[in-house]
């Protein structure tokens, strides 16, 4: 079977060469493309965000960007940053504070001053030093002349000795009066831009190391122990935290504080450290912060957090797709050429190359007429095709290496459904032929882009006497089991005369595994439960997708294209999917020839295209005379 797979991959790869794909201008590799100099201008097909973003660093407002991952949330943070005005910048010194030494003093000054005045002090303290040292050495030999005439020389030496070790002790150290430049913008090319995704406590806010040698002469002044955070570190710059939700809620208390007061004094952060006691002047931290995450994320952070970006900012929504149109494809081309710039090490793309990207960009929409946005991704595949093209010592990136680029660059799901595909084609947990009553291949989708073949199969007992019966099924089936059940019940009710609702109803997953997301099932589970009780076979050469109403209409459902694509490679003959849906179909051509698509808009037609033997035609006749629906055989595509 690995090897049919194989020998179907190859023919796809001469297929898809020969069609050319219209990228909207002509070039040679993208090496004549050029690459804009600004990040900001280097993004794509987030018109709008781009939009928000200048005008934001203007105004110098947060951001809250909701989208997919992948999508340029943090280029787009880190463009900002390139936005900013770079004479702003500022370096932070933190200087001990001799009335309270726990109680460190922050000094701001411009940008590249912190260094000079810390390597001023430095110089100051090495000159004094050297003059005690002078003084002290002179002291130290007078004493051993001096005993050397007056007792005996031993003594004098002794006596020396002790005297430097105990100077050293107690006088000043004029290192530990040393500022610490705890925020350098030093030669900074423009505004800062942190990161501080998944930052813990410490990194964000700023923290006092802990002293182990608390006194004794050994010990770090406070001052010296102060680390700043990355609110300090963004000061007058990009403060980018992505995953927003997942700071800890006092983080994020804390945040909005910073947020409000721009400063924010630093602490040590673990109690029971020595640097729990220091606590600093308040230090500047007057940045802009970029927030990113799903809808999701974003509605679990702290409310009052999201009300003060709301109020004091934008929020945008980061687009996972793009039209079509030729100028987006040139785009795409300026994608790869930026993405080729920006690794330095691979070839660039040649003009077949650049096109079988795009024709990737078109597939990965899952949506017809559009191109992906999630570009991290592709950015991933034009690199792994520049790797292949390195390895082979080819001066430029052609098709082929894209091509073989996209065997290899499959998710971490599409290869765990190859694997559960070998597998199951080994244990022959699904059929491929004949016909078996009660049995259906469901099809389902893993991890978001891979899909595979789910069989379900279906037995219908009576109930124990005077019960009410029951649907019995595994995990995550079940409640999707029951809507499919009940949703069926009244036509199966009217067609067979059979109560569901007096009947047990066992459905199950064969092979049944973790993390499926078994939406869109439902057709399936009405279709054994049908063949279930009328003891109808169903053709084992048929996969079938599709939600269910309750009149009996198949609704549309997510990821066709990976489900077509996942029956072809099991080697089914034909899959049944949504009429609604037909338009999200790309299947590769080469799968195309392989399997027939049935688009379907009711369960009778479900029935039509998947039920065998004599019982088919009366059960469908009543089907239609139930249902009423309008029953056109589609046009099979
Ligand atoms: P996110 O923050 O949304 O998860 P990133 O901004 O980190 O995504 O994107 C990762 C990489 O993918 C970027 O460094 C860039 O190379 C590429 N990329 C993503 N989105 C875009 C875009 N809209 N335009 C250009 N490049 C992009």
Known sequence: THESTQVMAESELSEEIDEDIDIGFRFEDTSNIEVPKLLI???LGQEHAVEVVRKAAGQRRHIMMIGTPGTGKSLLAKAMAELLPKEELKDILVYPNLEDLNNPKIREVPAGKGREIVMAHKMEARKKAQARNMLMMLFVVGIIIYSYFVAQLLWGIIAGIMILMLTRQFLPKEEMMIPKLAVSNYDKEHAPYIDATGAHAGALLGDVRHDPFQSGGLETPAHDRVEAGDIHKAHKGVLFIDEINTLRLESQQSLLTALQEKEYPITGQSERSSGALVKTEPVPCDFIMVSAGNLDAVQKMHPALRSRIKGYGYEVYMRDSMADSPENRKKLARFVAQEVVRDGHIPHFDEGAVGEVIREARRRAGRKGHLTLKLRDLGGLVRVAGDIAHSEGAPITTAEHVLAAKRIARSIEQQLAD??????KEYESFLRKGSAVGRVNGLAVM????????????????ALSGAEGRIIATGKLKAIAKEAVQNVSAVIKNM???DISRHDVHIQFVGTYEGVEGDSASVSIA??????IERIPVDQTVAMTGSLSVRGDVLPVGGVTYKIE???QAGLKKVIIPKANEADVLVEKAYREKIQIIPVSSIAEVMEHSLMGPKKNTII????NITKLSFDIPEVT
């Open 496 to 498: 067979t005369g059979t």
């Open 447 to 462: 991890g978001g882009d891979s899909g595979i073949v789910l069989p379900i199969v279906s037995e219908v007992t009576p």
């Open 41 to 43: 201008d280097q993004v």
């Open 419 to 424: 694997s559960y595909l070998e597998q199951r």
């Open 621 to 624: 006749e009543k089907l239609k």
């Open 566 to 568: 996942a029956a072809a």
């Open 527 to 532: 279709t054994a439960v049908i063949s279930a």
